[in-house]
């Protein structure tokens, strides 16, 4: 099982569709995580750490779940700039160790 | 700089020649990343420095792969004798750390093509 899984996609939605993305983590001992994205032949940006109490950029919402290891994005009102791949990023920390995983990435393609 | 910087941004070399990478991040951030995506994958990790600490070198696929940082801001990757299957972009990040909201900041990468 991979440390960080992620809905495979891709999606495909309608322009102001609203689409929802899901990633799971293994180890429970994971402390900060990030939604990234991910434009064609560029380097991944961030776009919004994932709080504990869950938190709101815009029409971008971010939720955490320790309960159940997972964290969700979810997109309102989508544009088409919004195409783009979305990674899900976890930071486990451990002794003195930190590491971080990326999720391989959900492909999302938004339609006029 | 603004931003975490990389260089060169673009190399090509003939296999078998030792290539060097260089990754200069934000001022101040102490825990530095070295990534490579290969066209269309997902991100593989390489190696991690935090501070003073001992690198983690988890991700290194071989020990052809060898990175340092000095002075705990310029990384260097290396990869020695290079080969075809190295040909991917090599991505640096850096972070203030790893506590909650503290995100990571990519440079634009270096595209490796082994010929």
């Known amino acids: 099982r991979k440390e960080v899984e992620q809905d495979p996609g891709p999606f495909n939605v309608p322009e102001g569709a609203t689409v929802a993305f899901n990633c799971t983590y293994s180890n429970s001992a994971s402390q900060s995580f990030f939604w990234y994205r991910q434009d064609c032949r560029k380097e991944p940006k961030l776009l919004m750490s994932v709080y504990s109490s869950g938190n709101e950029d815009g029409r971008f919402t971010a939720q955490l779940n320790r309960a159940s290891q997972y964290i969700s994005l979810l997109i309102r009102d989508s544009k088409l700039s919004d195409s783009a791949t979305y990674l899900c990023?976890?930071?486990?920390?451990?002794?003195?160790?930190?590491?971080?995983?990326f999720g391989s990435g959900t492909r999302l393609s938004i339609r006029p | 700089g603004a931003g975490v910087s990389q260089s060169p941004s673009n190399k090509v070399t003939e296999k078998g020649k030792d290539v060097e990478l260089r990754c200069d991040p934000i001022?101040?951030?102490?825990?530095l990343y070295w990534y490579r995506q290969s066209l269309g994958q997902g991100l593989e990790f390489l190696i991690y420095?935090?501070?003073?600490?001992?690198?983690?070198k988890s991700g290194l696929p071989s020990d052809r792969f060898s990175a340092e940082r000095t002075g705990g801001s310029v990384s260097t990757l290396t990869i020695q004798r290079t080969q075809q299957e190295d040909s991917a972009v090599y991505l640096c990040?850096?972070?203030?750390?790893?506590?909650?909201?503290?995100?990571?900041?990519f440079g634009s990468g270096t595209r490796l093509t082994v010929v």
């Open positions: 420095f935090q501070g003073n600490s001992a690198p983690d």
């Open positions: 001022s101040g951030h102490t825990a």
């Open positions: 990040a850096s972070s203030l750390g790893d506590r909650e909201g503290y995100g990571y900041t």
């Open positions: 990023v976890v930071n486990t920390r451990q002794s003195s160790a930190s590491k971080i995983i």
